[in-house]
């Protein structure tokens, strides 16, 4: 039971890398290839965090840009917490995680009780948006959502607002597990600093062949 399940994680992990897919939609696609359309046997459909873990293993083996991705996008993520200084604003998903696909955008949650006044925050600075729905951080349901295009760096970075009550954060501030170790599943703008405080991993040195001497 517990190898399907890894195995229904790897598949849908490598459909995130490489198709974008969100993780709902990866999960079922992965199930049906791995298992055909039988019905799977009971808890054998592998959580998000098995996923995360997946995910995070194919891209450290297969996409060499990915640090310097997720230091991008802390970055832009950052950039736009700053624009959002007047409200109770956190980073989470990829961005925070430090799982970054190549599809993947930043996500910010901001906790406020008059959601128009987000919308007017970013009509004054002249940065477009659509409005929608995301998926509630509890899971149990939809919860308002804003979503732009933010200029940086010569390019256009997708970014999606999640709007929540301000009573939402005490609940939204909780310890869980992530990635095998316990942590916050989003952080401040404080944080998220010192994340990037961290320096840029370092290029690997070239490897010196065995009994000749480094140039």
């Known amino acids: 039971m517990e190898q399907l399940k890894l195995e229904i994680a790897a598949q849908a992990a490598r459909l995130i890398a490489d198709s974008g897919l969100d993780y709902g939609s990866a999960k079922r696609k992965a199930a049906q290839s791995v298992w055909g359309r039988e019905s799977l046997p009971r808890d054998s459909m ?17 996409d060499e840009a990915h640090p310097a991705r997720v230091r991008r996008m ?43 006044e987000v919308e007017y925050a970013l009509i004054d600075q002249g940065l477009p948006y659509e409005a929608g729905e995301a998926p509630h951080w509890r899971g149990d349901a939809d919860t308002e959502a804003l979503a732009l295009l933010l200029p940086f760096e010569g390019e256009r970075v997708p970014v999606l607002i999640a709007l929540y009550d301000s009573d939402q954060l005490r609940g939204a501030l ?23 405080a961290d320096p ?6 070239p490897q010196t062949p065995a009994g000749l001497p480094p140039r």
Do not use: S
């Not at 980073?91 to 925070?96: E, R």
């Not at 840029?200 to 040195?205: G, L």
């Open 46 to 62: 592998p959580d998000n965090e098995t996923v995360d873990l997946a995910l995070l293993e194919h891209l450290e083996l297969f």
């Open 74 to 116: 802390r970055r832009v993520a950052l950039e736009m917490m700053d624009r959002l200084a007047a409200f109770q604003t956190y980073v989470a998903g990829a961005a925070w995680k430090g799982i970054c696909a190549e599809h993947a955008y930043v996500h910010l949650q901001v906790f406020h009780d008059n959601p128009k």
């Open 174 to 196: 909780k310890v869980r597990l992530n990635l095998g170790q316990a942590m916050a599943a989003r952080g401040d703008r404080k944080a998220l600093a010192a994340l990037l």
């Open 200 to 205: 840029p991993p370092a290029d690997p040195a």
